[in-house]
């Protein structure tokens, strides 16, 4: 686009520089006004000798002394020869009367303007007494497209000069010219009306190209509508020169001034609150401008086919398509559905405005050529000012990026890409620590975070804890922490962050750390992708494997003898939990680049508190740790990495999400989130803070990832938020764990205790109140890198399977959920799979693990089907499953005793009697003869069904002591 209007420019001056075609000879002789039939008087006046008039010619004729009182006058004879015949010819006379006329010139246009005309023009051709003072010359012109004094025409010539002479003060010249030459490059006279322009000059001068023709004054030229065959002609509008200097220079001023401030007020002067008010101010005027200077240009008649014009239209509807980009990305700041394209918006719109405003140099350029051509001297001091204002520009924005890449660009900070495992160094892997089951290694913490001593090191700045900060914010407050210490107000930012309204929103209230100085991808080394289990085999049999022995003496011992065993439960521990799947969705999910020093400088400027440990935060780290304490009220930032509906026939979904930063280490962060604890997920749903709880189905890895079965409502606020995200796009805020577990936290002491669980459990569940139950299951019947003792022999039957020995300890590493499991021998370091059965579980194998699961349909039976199937056929002595179906459908696959209908109080006081009744032999000790509470009964479920439950217990006369009620509002 670029070369086009560069293109107008060199053609012009090819043009310049084309060889002029032979002019035909003029006869001379002196025509006869009175031989025609029709005549015009374009221009007559009245000159005195005494009165000096205001125009040139007119001025020096009075200077000179021998002006008499006489008359400047130009005038059109003409016939139609011809007429009614394909030869229809306008046989005219041109005829020019002034005193001491020098080089004068008349002429005579066919067309609107005289950037698109052809013309015919009369030259005196003496300009002293040497010269021959009948001697002319008449010839056609063509326009330059410019307002520069039209050029010889080349090629055929429509127009005959008949005769002419300079004689008597009079300029005169007879012609024939066709009024259908029909020969592709002249105009038609006869369509009806035709559009005339005259002009003429009694004292010319010499042109850039040498010539003795040079322009008229203002006052002698005009334009008529001529009725040729009619002999009428009446006056018309000229077009208005003014108008195109208006347009021109209030074009310039805006592509030359108002856009490129705009642009580079956006490029580096972001940091400034408010940059975007500006950019868009200077913007929105720029485009109501340039509507304003269209309008008035479009009010006079625009030759289209023009270069100027045609690259004009071209950027008009660039300027439009930048103007929707620009809103885009505008809205795309605070609007969820626009931020997912806003980088491709933004994107596009920043490299179009490059291309606009490189294009608008040539463009002005054009049109500056256009009312001053370069090659004549009357345009020097525009066209000064244009060449100085570019340059300005280009030096500018030069100078200031090269600025930008030198002292503000952070390039200390680059990108690192993900290399696979076996390229990563044992440097990385020998920094490995354990955290919560998942491979993390030491980020240098001293450069993001400083210690949090309760002494404040700023006494001046007002005081938080993360849950005064968590009220501030839910009261409408807008702050994040920044090093682990000090709270920042982003208020003002909120409507000129480059990154949006939406980031700020999502890490409002958060550490932004790592986001503020680093880039998304600065902890890649740290990554170690988590390795794939190996397919299960067809072959096995489940069926004819020995079962648990009715022994009461066996129970699995978390103690393992052996360093050798230790270290491979410890290995096991800090496998990783993310894939590579997932670590490309937690990147995406970041969304941050790097700041610039001047970014990081006005983070400095916002400081307005100090945030202090809680006095009773019992995970207080200790005074020699590095890293920042724990504290369950402090909202941390996750990506969504998946969003799997279980099943089409109910609405159940599943949400995984992995820590934001994986490797930001907390000190005594739990390694476990404990049955019947809860988290808090905060989410900024339709310009509101909306929190909600949620038992996490399935822990091994601690806080780094989390994974929940969420019931998604019709008009559930937060299920229906999360089931619209797609992995990789959203941040969600999570907190916690809040809530008393449902087991002891800490494992006994003894050896081959169970005392951290009640003997008899009874889980009556009503819809995703079975959450955490399947908390339970995991962690008692299906556990990971836990040992667990061997109770009875097994040999191996295919060459991937292990061969066990009875008080052998084995821990599993994978559960394929149908009786086996992928595990490690920690007596011999041997991995391969076993079939769970010949092991004791966790909690003992005399423990009676009881679920009564009341749902709507059958389609609600999918939540934890699988860990369901696993726990009982690997210890179907141990777990009971009863699930009643209110609409009486049957589920794909049963699992347990399955009833189509409603829980009743009938079926409660029968289960209750079979499964949780008194039993002398363990009713009061347990094997170590050490009292314990052995029987809990828990209920959750939603609002109204925990009540009714309790209600039924109590008739069937269960101690209610024993009976725990979980909140409803922190599992739905």
């Known amino acids: 686009m670029i070369l086009s209007p560069l293109l107008g420019v060199l053609l012009s001056l090819i043009a310049l520089a084309t060889p002029i075609a032979a002019d035909l ?257 200077t913007q929105m005027t720029g485009v109501a401008g340039i509507l304003v200077f269209v309008i008035i240009i479009a009010t006079d008649w625009v030759q289209l086919s023009r270069p100027h014009a045609i690259f004009g239209l071209i950027l008009l509807s660039f300027i439009a398509v930048q103007f929707v980009l620009g809103f885009a990305s505008l809205l795309g700041l605070s609007n969820e559905s626009l931020n997912n394209i806003r980088r491709w918006v933004r994107g596009t719109h920043n490299r179009l405005g490059f291309v606009l405003l490189l294009c608008s140099i040539a463009q002005v350029g054009l049109g500056l050529d256009t009312i001053y051509p370069w090659v004549e001297p009357r345009g020097r001091a525009a066209w000064a000012i244009y060449i100085g204002v570019v340059a300005f520009w280009i030096m500018l924005f030069a100078a200031t990026e090269l600025y930008f890449r030198k002292t503000v660009i952070r390039k200390e900070v680059k990108p690192v890409k993900y290399s696979p495992v076996n390229e990563k160094s044992d440097n990385v892997a020998m920094r490995r620590i354990g955290r919560g089951g998942t491979a993390v290694t030491l980020v240098d913490a001293s450069a993001t975070a400083i210690p949090m001593p309760n002494t404040r090191l700023r006494p001046d700045l007002q005081m938080y804890t993360w849950d005064s900060l968590n009220q501030a914010i839910l009261n409408g407050g807008q702050f994040v922490v920044g090093n682990g210490r000090y709270v920042y107000s982003i208020a003002e930012w909120m409507s000129s962050h480059p990154g949006g309204q939406l980031i700020l929103h999502a890490v409002n209230g958060t550490d932004i750390t790592n986001d503020y100085f680093h880039e998304a991808g600065f902890d890649a080394e740290e990554f170690v992708p988590k390795p794939k289990a190996p397919a299960q085999q067809s072959g096995r049999n489940q069926g004819t494997l020995p079962r648990v022995s009715t022994s009461t003496s066996a129970t699995s011992d978390p103690h393992v003898s052996t360093a050798f065993g230790g270290s491979v439960l410890q290995e096991m521990k800090i496998a990783p939990l993310m894939d590579e799947r997932d670590w490309k969705l937690v990147v995406k999910s970041r969304r941050t680049h790097v700041h610039t020093r001047l970014a990081i400088q006005k983070l400095s400027n916002l400081l307005v ?70 988290i808090e997920i905060c989410a900024r749903i339709n310009g509101k803070q909306v929190t909600r709880y949620y038992c996490p189905s399935a822990n091994t890895g601690g ?15 937060m299920s229906q938020y999360l089931f619209k995200q797609k992995p990789g796009q959203r941040q969600v805020k ?43 299951l995991l962690m008692t019947l299906l556990p990971v890198a836990e040992p667990l003792r061997v109770q009875v022999d097994y040999n191996a039957q295919m060459d991937d399977e292990l061969t066990l020995r009875r008080n052998d300890k084995v821990a599993i590493k994978h559960h394929y959920y149908d009786g086996w499991g992928i595990g490690v021998n920690l007596r011999t370091g041997e991995e391969g799979a076993f079939p769970v059965t010949v092991t004791a579980p966790r909690c003992g194998p005399r423990a009676r693990i009881t679920l009564i699961h009341a749902i709507n349909t059958a389609g609600e039976s999918i939540m934890g089907s699988e860990w369901i199937e696993g726990a009982l056929l690997a210890y179907p002595n141990v777990l009971e499953v009863h699930r009643f179906v209110a609409d009486g459908s049957q589920p794909e696959v049963p699992l347990g005793i399955t009833y189509p209908t409603g829980l009743t109080e009938a079926n409660l006081d029968q289960i209750v009697r079979n499964r949780f009744g008194a039993d002398d032999e363990d009713d009061d000790e347990d094997e170590n003869g050490s009292s314990s509470d052995s029987r809990k009964c828990f209920v959750c479920g939603p609002p109204g069904f925990d009540s009714w439950t309790v209600d039924a217990l109590t008739e069937v006369g269960l101690d209610m002591r024993q009976v725990v009620i979980l909140p409803s509002d922190r599992v739905l």
Not at 703 to 717: F, N, T
Not at 747 to 755: N, V
């Open 609 to 678: 508190g100090e945030l202090i440990p809680e006095s009773n935060n019992s995970h207080a780290a200790s005074p020699d740790s590095s890293l920042r304490e724990f504290d369950p009220n402090e909202y941390r930032r996750y990506a969504l990495v998946e969003n799997t509906p279980l099943t089409p026939l109910a609405p159940i979904v599943k949400f995984r999400f992995c820590l934001l930063y994986p490797y930001d280490l907390r000190a005594n962060e739990p390694e476990v989130i404990y049955p019947g604890q809860s």
């Open 734 to 776: 999570i907190r916690g764990p809040f809530g008393k577990p449902l087991v002891s936290p800490e494992r006994p002491l003894s050896l081959g205790g169970t005392d951290f669980i009640p003997k008899r459990i009874m889980f009556i569940a009503g819809g995703t109140g079975i959450t955490p139950f399947l908390q339970l």
């Open 25 to 281: 000879d003029v006869p001379i002789g002196i025509p006869t006004p009175r031989a025609f039939a029709f005549s015009k008087v374009f221009y007559g006046q009245k000159v005195s000798g005494t009165s000096p008039a205001s125009s040139g010619y007119d001025a020096a004729a009075a200077q000179s002394g021998t002006m008499t009182p006489s008359q400047l006058q130009y005038s059109l004879f003409w016939s139609i020869d011809g007429q009614g015949t394909a030869n229809e010819t306008l046989h005219g006379l041109m005829e020019l009367r002034g005193l001491n006329m020098k080089w004068a010139w008349a002429g005579l246009g066919f067309g609107k303007s005289m950037l698109d005309a052809q013309f015919i023009v009369c030259h005196q051709m003496s300009g002293n007494k040497y010269d021959n003072p009948m001697k002319i010359e008449m010839h056609e012109h063509a326009s330059l497209f410019k307002y520069a004094p039209p050029r010889h025409l080349a090629g055929n010539q429509a127009m005959i000069p008949v005769q002419g002479a300079y004689t008597n003060n009079t300029l005169s010249c007879e012609f024939n010219r066709k009024l259908r030459p029909q020969d592709g490059e002249h105009k038609d006279l006869d369509l009806g009306f035709t559009d005339v322009l005259w002009a003429f000059n009694p004292l010319s001068g010499l042109n850039p190209s040498g010539t003795w023709f040079t322009y008229h004054e203002e006052q002698h030229r005009g334009a008529i509508n001529a009725d040729l065959h009619g002999g009428v002609m009446w006056p018309a509008p000229t077009k208005s020169f003014r108008k195109k200097q208006m347009h021109g220079f209030g074009m310039m001023a805006i592509w030359l001034g108002l856009f490129p401030f705009g642009a580079f007020y956006a490029r580096y002067l972001r940091s400034t609150a408010g940059w975007t008010l500006v950019h868009m101010t």
């Open 703 to 717: 806080l780094s990832m989390l994974e929940i079965l969420v019931k998604v409502y019709p008009h559930g606020v």
